[in-house]
Each structure stands twice: as structure tokens, then as C-alpha cells.
């Protein structure tokens, strides 16, 4: 089954860029429909979707991320990857990678529900 | 942006008590609802989508129901492995939405 597992710098500086990535194990991340995204969670908001990337490279974001937002996949390492530009102090949180898929659905793109995640990594913005 | 209104907040029961736990959405999902559960230091972990399925390997005293606006998480006879926080998810309108989430505690 697959496993997901994010790694990156705990702590970021205001105004700088933060850097994730998530990494698959136990499956590949072309192996079907699924839509591969970054979910925080945060005392102030709680459980944030922020985005996701399709196996087919086509991303969608969060309105009120997408200005400073890119999510990208490198599928020969079986990863891919968040990128936050211009953080401030709300950007501090637990950040989860996680599998989304969508089965019948009223929406497009189509609506996901997510799992499995990954164990999260929190992420400081402080200097 | 969907609002989910999760109640109670807290939800203090016994082991083998059934606990039943209620998300409300500020607009009809349809069956667009998926349950989560939450121990501390933990990630969520998908009990339930599209209001009533349950994913791979959840143990058959979850159950949800529900539709449009109301829906409801079932645990039929709480284990002590069950005392978490639980979390809804909406899917049936972007931008894709979470409740606060219900913790359930021992009494």
C-alpha cells in the first residue's frame, strides 16, 4: 500500500519561500487517478486544503493561495513538491501531503476526499 | 466557501457506548461528505466518503449517513482505540472544506 512522507526545513524566515516535498513509497505516482495534494492544519484554521497535482501534470490551488502557490511533481524520484512564496506567521502550520481521489461528482475539477496522508511536518515561519 | 458546523464539540462517553456525531453544511453537498479520525501527533485518517462508504480497513461499528445539508458519524460501540477527534470534509463545492472537528473523550 502506499506510503507518503514529507521532509523539509522546519523553520522559514518571513517574506522567504517554503519548500516541501513528499515522497511515495509502495506505489507510483502515475499508477492511476489520483490527485496528489497538500492539506495544513493550524490552531487558528484548522484543516486547510491547499492544492493538489494531477498525474497528468494539470494543478489546481486555493484562490486565496494560488498568487503565491506551485505545486509541481518530478515522477522519476516518486515525489512531488509545494512551493509558498512571501510566508508570513499564518502560514505556520502542520503540513500533510496527502492521496486524493474523486469518484462521481458535481464539480470540475471533481471533488476529492483524501487518504492516505502523510505523517506531517510542521512548518515555523519566524525570524 | 461551504461552512461545516461539527457538533458537539466534545463528546465524553464510556467504551461501549454509541456515539453519534453531527456535521452540518452551510449548502446542500449532496452525498459529498467524508468523515475523518484524528489522534494527537497523528495525520487524519479516512473512516467514511460520499456520506455513507467506508474506506479500506475501517471496522464495520463506523457508519455514516446523511445527505444535502445534515449528516451523521455512527460508532456503534466505542473500543478505546475510537477516543480521537473527528473531522468532515466536504467535496461538493471548491474550495474544498473542513468541519472543526469533535473530539470525543472517556468519560
Known amino acids: 500500500q502506499v506510503q507518503l512522507q514529507e521532509s523539509g526545513p522546519g523553520l522559514v524566515k518571513p517574506s522567504q519561500t517554503l519548500s516541501l516535498t513528499c515522497t511515495l513509497s509502495g506505489d507510483s505516482i502515475n499508477s492511476g487517478d489520483y490527485y496528489w495534494s497538500w492539506i495544513r492544519q493550524s490552531p487558528g484554521k484548522g484543516l486547510e486544503w491547499i492544492g493538489y497535482i494531477h498525474y497528468s501534470g494539470s494543478t489546481y490551488y486555493r484562490p486565496s493561495l494560488k498568487s503565491r502557490l506551485t505545486i509541481s511533481q518530478d515522477t522519476s524520484k516518486n515525489q512531488f513538491s509545494l512551493t509558498l512564496n512571501s510566508v508570513t506567521a499564518a502560514d505556520t502550520a502542520v503540513y500533510f501531503c496527502a492521496r486524493g481521489q474523486s469518484g462521481l461528482s458535481s464539480t470540475w475539477p471533481p471533488g476529492l476526499w483524501f487518504g492516505p496522508w502523510g505523517q506531517g511536518t510542521l512548518v515555523t515561519v519566524s525570524s | 466557501e461551504i461552512v461545516l458546523t461539527q457538533s458537539p464539540a466534545t463528546l465524553s462517553l464510556s467504551p461501549g457506548e454509541r456515539a453519534t456525531l453531527s456535521c452540518r453544511a452551510s449548502?446542500?453537498?449532496?452525498?459529498?461528505l467524508a468523515w475523518y479520525q484524528q489522534k494527537p501527533g497523528q495525520a487524519p485518517r479516512l473512516l467514511i466518503y460520499d456520506s455513507s462508504n467506508r474506506a479500506t480497513g475501517i471496522p464495520a461499528r463506523f457508519s455514516g449517513s446523511g445527505s444535502g445539508t445534515d449528516f451523521t458519524l455512527t460508532i456503534s460501540r466505542l473500543e478505546p482505540e475510537d477516543f480521537a477527534v473527528y473531522y468532515c470534509q466536504q467535496r461538493g463545492d471548491w474550495p474544498l472544506t473542513f468541519g472543526g472537528g469533535t473530539k470525543v473523550e472517556i468519560k
Open positions: 449548502q446542500s453537498l449532496g452525498s459529498y
